[in-house]
């Protein structure tokens, strides 16, 4: 018997595996990729990536399935992205929110947003609107202000415990000294039913969810953090007196740690393609979202950057979770 004949399979099957990986990293994607949002359907990260998902169909010549898992300030989801098997199968909708505020906010985040994902690329960037519920009749931030003062007590709703929503009620609690009690919701549709029935008073979020209700009046929109031309007459904080809210969301994609590196350029090109068509740009737009097409590389970057950026402003506003 030849007892080298076994070595010599074994080594040549070795040799194979190199090979069979980069024919499965060639042939991706041959089967439904999964696009987890992290946050309830009707919301404005759910409305941003619905936008591009037919067009990523297309692009990538399969199927792009979404699935909404809420929950936690998009932390749920997030978490459960980053457990999956890094193949390219499983994609996740990251925002600042989900990366940058949750990592300095919870102390047993169930990921890394700096070590536990491949980034994609970005969807694009979308300021924040201050909106009030119509009893309050506060059409500037002046009028609001006195407002809630009037009334001694009040609320402020969020997309979630941990979001740049809720962070930015914080901010504003704090400079204007007003009493106001934070209510968390699992995303923002729910939110927008409450302050439209007057359940909660005010609330900062992205112009592609608040738009629609404050064209048909249902809420006032007091102060964006950057002007948009999806609310051209909505004056920017800076404008009222207030130069330091200036903040914006931005809105990616990412894989999970270990997601071959052929298929995450793959899917990037596949995702700024989608961005360069003008139709879909210009959907976004009427959104309140700048289509921002870059490099994987870039918006590893700015994961970096705004940890510490919004580390320290958490820092000065005091709030904490466990």
């Known amino acids: 018997m030849n007892r080298a004949l076994p070595s010599a399979l074994l080594s040549a099957a070795l040799l194979l595996l190199p090979a069979a990986h980069a024919g499965a990293e060639s042939a991706w994607p041959d089967k439904p990729i999964t696009l987890i949002v992290p946050f309830p359907a009707g919301g404005g990260t759910d409305l941003v990536v619905r936008t591009l998902q ?17 929950g936690a300030g ?18 996740l909708a990251v925002t600042t929110s989900t990366t940058a505020l949750s990592a300095n906010l919870y102390k047993n985040l ?19 609107v201050l909106a009030a519920q119509p009893a309050l009749k506060a059409s500037t931030l002046p009028a609001l202000i006195d407002a809630l003062k009037a009334r001694r007590s009040g609320t402020y709703a969020s997309v979630g415990a941990g979001t740049v929503s809720h962070l930015l009620g914080e901010m504003f609690k704090k400079d204007k000294q007003l009493d106001l ?7 923002a549709a729910p939110a927008y039913t409450d302050l439209i029935g007057g359940q909660v008073d005010i609330m900062f979020d992205n112009p592609v969810g608040l738009a629609p209700f404050v064209q048909s009046g249902k809420l006032i929109a007091v102060a964006t953090t950057q002007a948009t031309p999806i609310l051209p007459n909505v004056p920017t904080f800076a ?84």
Do not use: C
């Open 54 to 70: 037919p067009a990523l169909t297309r692009q990538l010549q399969q199927t792009v399935i979404i699935q909404n898992a809420g």
């Open 74 to 91: 998009g932390t749920v989801g997030s978490g459960q992205a980053a457990r999956a098997k890094p193949d390219g199968y499983t994609a």
């Open 110 to 128: 169930p990921y890394r947003p700096e070590k536990d994902f491949d980034y994609i690329g970005f969807i694009g960037t979308s300021p924040y």
């Open 181 to 187: 009690t934070h209510v968390p919701y699992r995303g």
């Open 239 to 322: 404008a009222q007196g207030m130069p330091t809210y200036t903040q914006s969301l931005w809105y990616g994609l990412a894989f999970p740690k270990g997601t071959p590196p052929a298929i995450v350029q793959k899917m990037n090109l596949a995702l700024n393609t989608v961005l360069r068509d003008p139709a879909i740009a210009a959907d976004l737009a009427a959104k309140g979202v700048d289509v921002r097409p870059d490099t994987a590389e870039a918006l590893s970057r700015t994961v970096s950057h705004d940890l510490a950026f919004w580390g320290e402003l958490i820092t000065t506003t005091g709030v904490q979770f466990d």
